[in-house]
């Protein structure tokens, strides 16, 4: 039976872990064949791979720092030449470095910027000229809530989370006639690495204040990556949608 993303070349940044790891398995039950990258964890990013070849499809983990113009285009470099083209790139990796703005390092700014901005111009330049080509491509961009909310002890990533949307829209006009979509989706709380470490205290507080009382899991996420990804969303860009239990209305 044909799958909605049959022939698709998708690619994940930060797939090793995580929101990205659900996207990328995601996209290959849905038929794509898959590359994703990953800064550090190489053993769990080969995981990936495994799992998504034991579904049929391509795939292959590249280390690439999203933060280097550079790296992320030696990366799509790699991947077309290896399967021709890319129909796809999740621009997801991502950190935190929390802490209130008068205790906030430079560094603790700039790396945050750096890794979940920059590495999101970085990846849509890089991939451009291939869509362009191609006449098609879809970019998503997982942004979060907070670039919408803000949040005390965040100030950095709400900045590269509101960034990310202002780029996006800027992206999504300029390629819109070239056939090439952006979109942002915004999670609300997702259970993963990046939460692991909150308290008790803390996590009971971000409950309460989820309409849905739970919260998501990185399926939920996929599930919009994937329908971003395909055909079935096609008149849709610049365009930012969450997915937060209704955390953020
Ligand atoms: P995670 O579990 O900490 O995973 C982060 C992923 O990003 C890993 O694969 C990591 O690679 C990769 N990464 C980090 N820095 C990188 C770099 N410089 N170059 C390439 N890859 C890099 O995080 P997550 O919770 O899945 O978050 C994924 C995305 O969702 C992030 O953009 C985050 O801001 C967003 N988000 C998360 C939540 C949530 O509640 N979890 C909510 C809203 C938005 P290594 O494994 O090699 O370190």
Redesign the pocket.
Known sequence: MNKPLDDFVCVV????????KAIAIHLAKQGADVAI?????KG??EDVVTEIESLGCKSMAIQ????KLEEAESMVSTVVDAWGKIDVLVN?????RDQLILRMSEQDWDQVLT??LK?VFNGSKAVAKTMMRQRSGSVIN?????GLMGNAGQSNYAAS?AGMIGFTKSFAKEFASRGIRANVIA????T????ESLDQKTLDAIKASIPMGEPGS?DDVANLVSFLASNQSSYITGEVIRVDGGMAM
């Open positions: 940044t930060g797939g090793s872990r995580g929101i990205g990258t990953y800064a550090s964890s769990p990013a690439s720092d999203a933060s997801n990796a991502g950190i935190t890794t979940n590495s997982v942004g979060s809530i907070i989370k999670p609300g709380y997702i993963t690495d990046m939460t990185a």
